[in-house]
């Protein structure tokens, strides 16, 4: 896995990742891995599973992701959660990213989806009804949009995702100060945080949202998340051992569990974050009124 460097596209490198764990040699920079290739991958490493109607094919099922709201988290519980199910990634599990970057998009018609940066209430009606009886299952983590935007500065000034067409355009946030980084955020990820509150501020009985900052901050939260969210996608569908499974699956994406499963050093520096916040405040007003606005509709404090 040391090959797999930051150096790479981070969504890229997920994908590597998995990949990787039975094709030794897979390079980040080189590879641009075609789907066929990836498919003859996966189907080594996921066997076939015994049961045989699974709830992929009952429901539809979609995962959503907002840049700096746990895009990684949402991908890697998505992942545990429909692997320890016996999905295989690319073939039942299919993922888009707007852009779509070399190698983050694929499997669209995939029954499992995970969409980042794409769903708004205008798709989530669209979906619906492309799901048609079948029916949907939505979820997504929701963070405060505040917190989203420091973040982003604090994770794009250390020179993370310089291949971001939106929100670190030829790295550029490298230079940039912070109350400048920030107001540069806030605008780059206006339609990303709208979106997001569009879709969760009163979410439809087909969506769940995911709390962030509660699955974040403690192994207990993340179980209690994980627990809720199992329940939601699955009801009587699944049976009791393979909730414990699914469970036990999804904790590989805890970082408080698993401090060294973040290699890709995804985790900022508090001490960036609690210097940057400072300079919300004196962010432009209607700048800093849009995101006070999403704050409240989510029902944050205002900070
Ligand atoms: C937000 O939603 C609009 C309307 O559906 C869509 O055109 C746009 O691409 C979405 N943007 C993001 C970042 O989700
Ligand atoms: C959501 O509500 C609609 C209409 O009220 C209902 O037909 C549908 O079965 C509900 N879906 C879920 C997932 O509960
Ligand atoms: C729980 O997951 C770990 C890996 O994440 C695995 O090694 C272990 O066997 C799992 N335990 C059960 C009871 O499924
Ligand atoms: C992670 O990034 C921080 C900030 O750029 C850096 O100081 C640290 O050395 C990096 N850690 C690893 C393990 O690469």
Known sequence: MSMLTAKCWPLLWL??????????????EEHDLHATQLLQMTSIIHPELHSSLKPWDVHYYL??????SGTFLMIEVWRSIFQALGAKLFIDMG????????????????????????????KAQKAREAAGERGLRVAGF????VSMIVSAYCYHHRGKEVKNIVENPQGIVAQMGPLEGLTFEAERMLSVVKNMTGVFEHPANDTLRLDYERTTASSDGFDSEMVKLIGFLFEDLISAEERAEVLNATQTADL??????????HSNDPDCKARTREYVPAMPSDLLGQYRSFQQRLGYALS
Do not use: E, M
């Not at 994908?15 to 897979?26: I, M």
């Open 95 to 122: 993922q888009w990213v707007q852009p779509c970057y070399p190698g983050t998009c694929y499997a669209p018609d995939a029954p499992i989806q995970v969409w980042v940066d794409l769903y708004s209430p205008a």
């Open 15 to 28: 994908l590597c990742r998995y990949a990787s764990a039975v094709v030794a040699d897979v390079s980040c």
């Open 63 to 68: 995962g959503v992701a907002y840049h700096k």
């Open 142 to 145: 929701v963070r405060d949009p």
């Open 256 to 265: 408080n569990r698993h401090p060294d499963n973040d290699d890709d050093n």
